[in-house]
């Protein structure tokens, strides 16, 4: 369709570029007739002046010129597709393949329309975001698909490997990307940070090997396994393309590139497969607004009149239910959304946070202790800290605490999101003497033993980077 239209904006252009050139060949031709022909190219014939004025001058000719290729350059416009799963396909430009692991995938979303519909639903939110950055950097645009894979487009997903967010890093390739990760945020969920975090890892690794399969080989098992394989196929004289190479890796990343090709080939033709895709608008879902000052999640979803899903949907990178302000400090809201803020902002009369830092100091400040000074409840304390039941803090903790008169115009400083730390141990309420002679075990002794300490999960070091990174 594009193609047809363009045909003759071409010619037009062409025509009028190469007019001064055809004239002068006429002439020449005209004049020349009954001339030898020469061995060389002869020199070109001036044109007389009624040949001339009958031609558009210099300027007229650029100005006709620029004005077609402009319009051009505006029919070929990606914001001129319907919608945009068309601008994703007219970008396609990854090397196809087509295997039996290919068919194998195709056939399971094929079979799976409400997977398909569920994961369209929660990519239609960021895609328009993710195709417009990867055509700003020249990128292939069915890595907009990547995501369908890595999370299913669920920004909160987290992995058995530690990795978090739509585009599934783990903590350690998080900070080489600089997501930040602190009590108050974790940026490998955030809609922006992570996507230009990936989009430079998939670039870096493309440049790596200069292949696109490769690279999504590597983003997927990491960029050392995959030069590895590489080396071990040359020692052999074997080929070293994305197929050759798929008998060395392990069963994840072998079907890695397949199942994106099988997204691929159902964004392409979905009718062929019998699947609906939901209408995603060809324009920008969300907005960011600049919050320099600190705002609870609450009442910032109440300012943008957004229910607390769909604010949390679009800004998941917050862990606390205050989003601490700074200048790098962006919440996304839908564009009208975003209006409605602005709007209902400007005549807030309240405290726009509720919360505060508490640095733990003595383990005898129990959660009991801090919820009657600090007039909540030991329930709220817990729910807003994330701290599981039958545990308590240790000295050096920084948790969340309500305002009271005095911090109420206080903001939590970046330098305290930055630092703080929870730490957590076993809650064993402290027993007397006669308590603990009391808790026998059938050998007639006091049982007692170190407490055991609830940890966090475990970043694999390397060995994560290769199964998710």
Known sequence: MHENSLKPTVLVALALALAPALSQAYEAGVESDNAPVAATNPALIPMTSQVTAKLPTLDNRLQRTDKLMKNLSDSSDPLREADVWGR??????????????????????????????????????????????????????????????????????????????????????????????????DERRGILASTDAALTYLQRLYDMFGDWQLALAAYNWGEGSVQRAIKKNQALGKPTDFESLSDLMPAETRNYVPKLQAVKNIIANPAQYGIT?????????????????????????????????????????????????SEKTK????????????????QWGHALSSWTTHKILSARERLETL???????????????????????????TILVPKTAATMNMDITQEIADNATMLLEADRPERSGKNVRHAKGKGGKAQSGPISLVKPRIQRGAHSRKAHH
Not at 285 to 298: E, N, P, Q, R, W
């Open 371 to 397: 919820a009657s000074k600090f007039g909540t409840t030991a329930d709220v304390l817990r729910k807003a800290n994330n701290i599981p039941q039958n545990t308590r803090l240790r000295a050096g903790s």
């Open 88 to 185: 994703i396909r007219s970008g396609y430009a990854i090397p196809d393949i087509n295997n039996q692991l290919v068919t194998n995938h195709v056939n399971w979303y094929a079979t799976r329309p409400d997977y398909i519909a569920r994961t369209t639903a929660r990519a239609s939110r960021y895609i328009f975001h993710v195709v417009q950055e990867l055509e700003k950097r020249g990128m292939p645009t069915e890595l907009a698909l990547l995501p369908f894979i890595e999370s299913a487009f669920n920004p909160q997903a987290f992995s058995s490997a530690n990795a978090a967010g739509m585009w599934q890093f783990v903590p350690a390739t998080g900070r080489d990307f600089n997501l930040k990760q602190n009590m108050f945020k």
């Open 331 to 346: 919440i996304l809201l839908p564009q009208e959304n975003a209006a409605k803020f602005t709007t209902n902002l400007a």
């Open 277 to 325: 895709l939901p209408v995603v608008e060809n324009q920008p879902y969300f907005t960011a607004i600049d919050k320099t000052s600190d705002i609870d999640v609450t009442v910032a979803a109440q300012l943008a009149e957004l229910s607390m899903d769909e604010f949390k949907a679009l800004n998941p990178e917050f862990n606390r239910p205050v989003i601490i302000g």
